[in-house]
C-alpha cells in the first residue's frame, strides 16, 4: 500500500505543491533565522577568535571580551611562572580614535601584540606584509578597518594617519572575522601600543597563554587561578561567556529569540496545519480504503509514509534554499549567517515531530472514521 | 420479517432484530427498527423504499461498516457484528466488494491501479495485483482504459471501474449503494446489464440499494424498507413486474 500512498499523496499536484511549500517556507524561515542568529553569536566572539590563542587570563571579574579590565603588568611573568604554561605573553586591547590625513575621525580598536613573538596576529594577510609592523611606527589594519575608514582609495598600505597625535603607518591588510561591534581594528606591537594611549597607570589587558603539550589545558587554568588569583579561560570558555552577555544585555537575545520562536511556531503550525488538512481532505478516500478491508495499521503506516516523505522532501529543499541565501548573503560579509549541524539536526528533529504529530492526529481520526461515511 | 422462499439455498446474510440509533436524547433518531432479512447465495437482492428509511443504513450494518444497536448480522455464518473491529475489517476485506453511488475511485491511480487495490490490501503483490486487474477491466469493457485516470473516463466507465474493483478480490457478498443514481438512464440499464452479467454467481450474493424503479427488474427479490422497517419483500414474477 505504500505505493498507492505515494500516489496519493504525489497525485493531486496543487495540493502536494502546497504541502511542500508549507513545509519548506517553514523549515527555511527557521534555518535562515536561526543561522544569522548564530552568526551574530559568532561575530560577536570575533575578538577571541581572531587572535586564536588556548588560552586568556585577565581580570577574575571579567564580563566580555570588549570590556577590557586592565591588570598589572606582573601578570605576564607570574603567568609564565605557573607549571605546566608553555608560553604567555602580553595584549593590549583598547579604544582609540584615528584621524586620517582628510581629517575623518573613527574609533577604533587598538590591538597590541608581543612583538618577539607576534602571537595573536591574524593567520591571513591581504595586502602588504605583517612583520613589517616591527618597523617604526608600523600598523596592520583588518580588511573591516579599511571599508569603514572609507575604502581601498583612502586608506591602503602605506597611508599615513594620527593615532593620539602620534603617526601611524599601514604596512599591511589582515582578514579577520568580522567583529559584532564592526570596529576597525588595528595591530600594532605591544610596547608601540602602550606608547599611542594616553598613560594609565595598568596598560596590560590580557595575558595569552598556552598549556604544554600533554598537559590538560583546564588543569593549567587551575594551576593559574589558584596561582595568580586571576581570571583564565580557555577561548572557547571565553567565547561562550562573551556571547551569553550579549544575549543578556542587548536586546538581541529577545529579539532574535523572539523572530525565531515565532518563525518555528509559525512554520511548524503551518506544516502540522496544512498536513492535517492534507488528510481530512483525503478522508473520504481513506474512509473507501478502510471499507475495502485495510486495516487503522496499514492507513496508519500509509499516514507516516506521507508525512515524512514530504517532511523529508520540504527539510531537503528549504535548507536548500536557506543555504542559497546564507551563501549569496554572507560571501560579502555583509551578513552573519553560520548553519551549523546542530541547528540543522534540530530542525529535522522538530520537523519530523511535528510530522508525527499531524500524521498522528490524523491517525486518531481515521482510527475513529467510521467507513460508512462512503456510502453518505 | 425473514423471507423463506429459497429454503432450498443456505442464507449468506441473515438479520435478525436489528436496530440502530443516531444521536442521544430528543434529537435521537432511530433508524433501524428491529430488521429480520435473510439474502441468499445466488440472488440479487434490492433494497428499495423512501428517502430515510433506513436502506443505506442496512446496508452499511450488513457490510461491518456501521456498529449496530442491537440484534445480530450473520454474513456466510460468521457473526459479523460481534466480532472486534480489526476482524471485521480482514473479513470485509476478503469476502465483500463494495460499489457506491460516487464511485469513490482514488483520483491519483489508474483504473487498473484503483481495482488493484483490494488486492494491495490482501497483500498481493503489486505486478499480480494489476495484472488481475487488467483481466478484470477486460471483462467489465474496460480493457483498453487501464492506464487512464477516473477524470478522464465517463461517469458510466467510472462505475465500471468502481465494479470492477468490487469483483476483482471475487467476494462472496456485493454492496452496491445507488449505484446508478450518479448516472443516466442509458448507462444505469448497462451498469445494471453488467452488474447482472459478472456479478452474479451461484455462490456470491449481490444486495444494490436503489429508488431507481427502472431497474427493479434486474432484482430476484425486492425489499421495502420504510421508516425503519421491511414492510414487503417481493419476488420478481417477470421482467419489470413485481
Redesign the interface.
Known sequence: ?N??AL??L???RAKYLMLLCGLTFAVMLIVQQGSIFWGLMMWSQASITNLNVPIWVTDPGITQVDEVKPIADTAVDRVRSVDGVEWAVPLYKGLLRARLANGEYHQITLTGLESATLIGRPAEVLEGRFEDILQPDSVVLDQWAVERMGGPTVVKVGTVFELNDKLARVVAIAKTQKSFTNIPVVYTTYERAIRYVPHERRTLSYVLAKAKDGLSVEDVIQRIQTQTGLGAFTAEEFGWKTMLWVLKNTGIGINFGTTILLGFIVGMAIAGQTFYLFTVENL??FG?????????L?LARMILLQAFTVGLTGYGVGIGLATVFGSLTASGGSLPFVETWQLLLLVLVALLTICIVSATVSIVKLARL???I??? | MSTMNNDSQPAAVRAHSVVKSFGTGDTKVTVLKGIDLDVYLGELLLLVGESGGGK??L??AI?G???IDEGQIDVLGIPLSTLPP?KR??F???T?G?I??QF?L????TAA?NVA??L???KIR?PAALRRARMMLDRVGLGDRTEFVPKNLSGGQQQRVAIA?ALVNEPRLLVC?EPTAALDGANGQKIMELLREVGRSPDRCVMVVTHDSRIFHFGDRIANLTDGRIVNIERIQQEGTV
Open positions: 500500500m505505493y498507492v500516489k496519493m504525489f497525485g493531486d473520504r478516500q473507501a480504503l478502510k471499507a475495502m478491508g485495510a486495516s487503522t496499514t467510521e467507513p460508512a462512503v456510502f453518505r | 443505506t443504513t446496508l452499511s457490510a461498516i456501521l456498529d480489526g475489517t480482514t470485509r476485506g476478503q465483500m463494495f457506491y453511488q469513490n482514488l483520483p491519483a491511480l491501479e487495490v483490494p494491495l490490501i490482501q503489486r474493483r449503494d
